[in-house]
């Protein structure tokens, strides 16, 4: 099935979502042991605390549209994480919601748009650019790779894993990079060496939109 036709459903969505909330519960102890030594060792525990919420809210009246449930999710996080991550994560996903708009699903093309929104959200917040050391450094390339392979008519399901091989690639770059923005810049030549935490739980969450966004329910990787 060609990229452009096919369509990822609120159900899959929802599924991302859930996804992502179990694998930051997973590696919260992890995530914040990374934050230890450049940040204020909290971001495993913001992350776990907001994705717990937001589970909480998608257990309410069910959204009717892409663009209604995105913007649940990041009300909800920019409301109840704390630290750099609750508004920054919180604005991807606002951005996201704008750009989705009142549709019940997206093709391939229109959820890279989607995708693309929220990354010049968090530019826009967070004045950083790949390179310093952030949450970019795994979600840029991920972006990139995936409009690339959509554009070379792969199916969205392969363009995804390949996004996501391209979150981990520019997660495993920030340890040697110098932090240039937010905590860890303070630090100056002390942050190199560490693995970013916001590369590091963004890398998750498009390797669960990978996992979920094309696969039926129940076949989940």
Known sequence: MAASTQQVDLDALVRWIR?????????????????SPIG???HGANLDRGMTVVL???????????????????????????GASGPLYGTL???????AGDVESLDGPALAGVFR????????????????KTMLDALSPA????????????????????????????????????????RASYLGERSIGHQDPGATSMAL????????????????G
């Open 143 to 182: 972006i990139d790779t995936l409009d690339a392979a959509l554009a070379e008519h792969r199916p969205l399901g392969e363009a995804l894993a390949e996004a996501a091989k391209a979150a981990e690639t520019g997660r495993d770059a920030t340890t040697p990079m110098l932090a240039r923005k937010g």
């Open 117 to 132: 929104s929220g990354l010049d959200g968090i530019v826009a917040r967070g004045k950083a650019e790949t390179g310093d």
């Open 56 to 82: 909480a809210a998608l257990e309410g009246p069910p959204s009717t549209t892409a663009g209604a449930l995105l913007k649940r999710v990041g009300m909800t996080l920019v409301s109840n994480v704390g």
């Open 40 to 42: 204020d060792a909290d």
């Open 19 to 35: 996804r992502f909330a179990a694998e930051v519960a997973e590696h919260r102890d992890y995530l914040t042991q990374l934050d």
């Open 93 to 99: 996903f606002l951005r996201m919601a704008g750009a």
């Open 205 to 220: 969450l498009v390797a669960a939109a990978a996992a979920t966004l094309t696969a039926r329910p129940g076949d989940e």
